[in-house]
């Protein structure tokens, strides 16, 4: 019984110390907002316990609670809070906060307006020009937020053989009597004047720009680099690819010889030529003439009863006499036959 009843008093004690501290963690809790470049307001607390909380809020007096829509996770815990600004002039008016922990446990805050709480994102496109006419250097940027021109304050940031530190009501800055054998390096932030509501925070800066020796302008941002990396990236493997397609090329051909199709030749031997081979294979002119003859030859009949044919010392023959020359010989034989035949009997 003993034993049962220190474990329960143990729980027991456990308890009231872990509803104590989620307590304490919740009162203790500070809420501080932000309004980022005029596009949300961004509240958020410090991540005292690992617990998440609800959030919700409220603008002027009319105490319409909004639950948050969009957390900022930390670790898989809720530690902020990210709510649209509907209007620019919500800034001037009274936000009112709550935090709770899912129980009965809750913390308000009221801020009693968010205007000095203003941080906006730094300026972009900064750009140089100079003007050699009366040597004079012009830094140019782009404010990030779409608001009047004459809400706006800006800094340079000025380096060259000393560091100066220039506020601008205008998206430019001229620099007189600029060198061009000196490096300059330049970047801006901007924050909010008194006419639309002054802030006491000033955007982050924006990137460095640096010019001088001979007018390089060197404004390669990280993005910059990333690309003329990505085009390297791409370049390399098309080239790569080329170079394997053409040697599988080369393996396919060596594997599988590709067989000629001899139709495809002879097309215009049938079709154009008419099966003439000496027009198809264009033998020339005085190629044919090199292999005709160039000589006449008397001609001569055999005769095939007659031993031999007596032929006029003349080189020309004519058919005629030749054949009564034969019938003569055969003539003068035939009496002698009869002869030899007689006396034979």
């Given amino acids: 019984m003993t034993y049962k009843h220190s474990s329960r008093l143990y729980f027991v004690f456990l308890l009231l ?38 959030f919700s809020s409220a603008f002027k007096d009319d105490f319409l609670y909004e639950d948050c829509t969009e957390y900022i996770l930390e670790n898989n815990y809720t530690v902020g809070c990210r709510l649209p600004l509907k209007d620019h002039q919500d800034k001037f008016y009274k936000m009112y906060t709550n935090i709770s922990t899912g129980g009965n446990q809750s913390v308000s805050q009221a801020f009693e307006s968010l205007h000095k709480y203003v941080r906006l994102n730094p300026p972009y496109n900064i750009s140089v020009v100079w003007f050699e006419q009366n040597s004079t250097l012009v830094l140019q940027w782009k404010k990030s937020t779409n608001t009047s021109n004459k809400c706006m304050v800006y800094m340079v940031h000025q380096e060259t053989d000393t560091i100066k530190y220039i506020n601008v009501t205008e998206s430019s800055y001229s620099l007189p009597l600029a060198s061009q054998n000196k490096q300059y390096a330049f970047r801006v932030r901007s924050t909010l004047s008194g006419y639309c509501g002054p802030s006491d925070l000033w955007s982050n800066w924006s990137i460095w720009l640096k010019w001088g020796n001979g007018g390089a302008n ?15 990236v791409i ?15 080369r393996i396919k051909i060596v594997l599988r010889p590709i067989v000629p199709d001899p139709s495809r030749n002879l097309q215009d031997l049938f079709q154009k030529h008419d099966g003439n081979v000496e027009s198809w294979i ?44 034969c019938d003569k010989t055969n003539t003068e034989e035939q009496p002698e036959k009869q002869l030899s035949s007689s006396a034979s009997v």
């Fill in 17 to 54: 110390v872990l509803l104590s501290e989620r307590c304490w963690s919740a009162a203790n809790l500070s809420v501080e907002c932000l309004i980022i470049n005029l596009e949300y307001v961004e509240c958020k607390w410090p991540e005292t316990s690992r617990m998440n909380y609800t």
């Fill in 218 to 232: 060197e404004n390669i941002s990280r993005s910059a680099w990333w690309l003329i990396l990505l085009a390297m």
């Fill in 235 to 249: 370049l390399f493997v098309f080239f790569t690819s080329l170079l394997v397609w053409y040697h599988f090329e």
């Fill in 282 to 325: 264009h033998i020339s002119k005085e190629l044919k003439e090199a292999f005709e003859p160039d000589y006449t030859e008397a001609a001569c009949d055999v005769c095939e009863a007659a031993p031999s044919c007596d032929v006029s010392a003349t080189p020309e023959a004519t058919p005629t006499s030749q054949d009564d020359t």
